[in-house]
Nanobody
Framework: QVQLVESGGGLVQAGGSLRLSCATSGRTFSNIAMGWFRQAPGKEREFVSSINWSGGSDYAESVKGRFTISRDNAKNTVYLQMNSLKPEDTAVYYC?????????????????WGQGTQVTVSS
């Protein structure tokens, strides 16, 4: 299992930026894939972005070109840089870790989850 702790959420105006961080412990970070998901009130949890062990990334269409995922294996941390934020990006953002190196868009494929961090974008 991997322990995950997110940080960096907050309130920002539309068009602004935030950077989320997810610090991990408990497993060799460099060998595992990581993902970011979000859940807005009354909606299903949805895939946002993922990064595999070698740095290859994937994005939901709704965030492509605005969000960037990255990882720092020396710090056991994954980041989500969010630019040009929109009110529809408002949600609780969750970091997730797989037990393998290849990423996935499916939430059920991730074994470890953080507690979530709130992102609120005002119009």
């Amino acid at each position: 299992q991997v322990q995950l702790v997110e940080s960096g959420g907050g309130l920002v105006q539309a068009g602004g930026s935030l950077r989320l961080s997810c610090a991990t412990s408990g497993r060799t970070f460099s060998n595992i894939a990581m993902g970011w998901f979000r859940q807005a009130p009354g909606k299903e949890r949805e895939f946002v972005s993922s990064i595999n062990w070698s740095g290859g990334s994937d994005y939901a269409e709704s965030v492509k070109g605005r969000f960037t995922i990255s990882r720092d294996n020396a710090k056991n941390t994954v980041y989500l840089q969010m630019n040009s934020l929109k009110p529809e990006d408002t949600a609780v953002y969750y970091c997730a870790g797989r037990m393998v190196g290849w990423a996935s868009r499916g939430a059920a494929d991730y074994a470890s989850w953080g507690q979530g961090t709130q992102v609120t974008v005002s119009s």
